[in-house]
């Protein structure tokens, strides 16, 4: 069984910049979470996809803005960059349709902005 | 406001030595119950979860958390840490009926274990 995979693992930009993370959901998992991990803090919910609409949105501005193929697979989009938005994204995946909900977790992409 | 909070920040401990990390929310209606673990350099890994039933849960590596409800409460337990448990620990928590599987965590206890 595949877990989730990300890409890439680390990535620096130029505030104004725009970025593209990719995210892989395990074998399986429809539903696919972005998570935003700032240094020193925890995980904060960006958006979930779910059949490939947004299915639920976090306190992030329009700016940030993904995608869900009909494979599964995820991309989470940031336009003008700031430097703030330097962290760690997380990528979970899902089974819906189960009675609980538990998410498994990708590495992670590293972004700087300088 | 949803929310959750953990006691300490930065717990040091000596192998051996039990563990207790505190953790409590904010949330209205029932909720699901997480403790998830963050090795150095891997991604978050699900230690255990509690969505109903016995209040006490045991997860992996020795790992335990108790749900107490009256107290908005799920305080992670183990009776003796060795160096491999060095990590960032987060609770987390998400609610039974909503409509998307939003998890919100808490701002993480880094636990350093000292041989």
């Known amino acids: 069984e595949t877990g989730v995979t990300q890409s890439p693992t680390h990535l620096i930009k130029t505030r104004g910049q725009q970025v593209t993370l990719r995210c892989s959901s395990q074998?399986?998992?429809?539903?696919v979470s972005w998570y935003q991990q700032a240094l020193g803090q925890g995980p904060q919910f960006i958006f979930q996809?779910?059949?490939?609409?947004?299915?639920g949105r976090g306190n992030f501005p329009p700016r940030f803005s993904g995608l869900q193929f009909p494979n599964y697979s995820s991309e989470l989009n940031v336009n003008a960059l700031e430097l703030d938005d330097s962290a760690l994204y997380l990528c979970?995946?899902?089974?819906?349709?189960?009675?609980?909900?538990?998410?498994?977790f990708g590495p992670g992409t590293r972004l700087t902005v300088l | 406001a949803q929310s959750v909070s953990q006691h300490n920040h930065h717990v040091i401990l000596s192998e051996a030595a039990s563990l207790e990390l505190g953790c409590n929310y904010s949330?209205?209606?029932?909720?699901?119950l997480f403790w998830y673990v963050q090795y150095p350099g891997q991604h978050l890994q699900l230690l255990l979860k509690?969505?109903?039933?016995?209040?006490l849960v045991k997860g992996i590596k020795g790992f335990e958390a108790e749900f107490i409800k009256s107290k908005f409460s799920f305080n992670l337990r183990k009776p003796s840490v060795q160096w491999s448990d060095t990590a960032e620990y987060f609770c987390?928590?998400?609610?039974?009926?909503?409509?998307?599987?939003?998890?919100?965590f808490g701002p993480g206890t880094s636990l350093s274990v000292i041989p």
């Open positions: 979970a995946s899902s089974p819906r349709g189960l009675a609980y909900n538990e998410q498994f």
């Open positions: 074998s399986g998992h429809n539903t």
């Open positions: 949330y209205g209606g029932t909720v699901n």
């Open positions: 996809y779910y059949r490939e609409e947004e299915n």
């Open positions: 509690y969505f109903s039933g016995d209040p």
């Open positions: 987390a928590v998400n609610g039974k009926k909503t409509s998307y599987d939003k998890v919100i």
